[in-house]
């Protein structure tokens, strides 16, 4: 994604976070991120700012509406 970034490929770009539509969807659907562990909570926060941080290198997703 980075190389599609760098030369400006968004297409390929968003090509990249779209193949991590069914990894995130399964981590929320089988992990608790609030988990009672502080350890665990941690990490598993860190891991969604990764996520995040991510998809902001292509767009600010909190412009889109819906």
């Keep these: 994604m980075e190389s599609?970034?760098?030369d400006e490929d968004f297409a390929t770009?968003?090509?990249a976070l779209a193949r991590l539509r069914r990894p995130v969807d399964s981590f929320f659907d089988k992990v608790t991120v609030n988990a009672d562990e502080p350890s665990l909570r941690v990490n598993r926060l860190k891991l969604l700012a990764m996520i995040g941080a991510a998809m902001g290198h292509v767009?600010?997703?909190?412009?889109?509406?819906?």
Excluded at 59 to 66: H, I, L, Q, R
């Design 4 to 6: 599609a970034l760098k």
């Design 13 to 15: 770009a968003m090509a």
């Design 59 to 66: 767009a600010d997703f909190s412009k889109v509406e819906g």
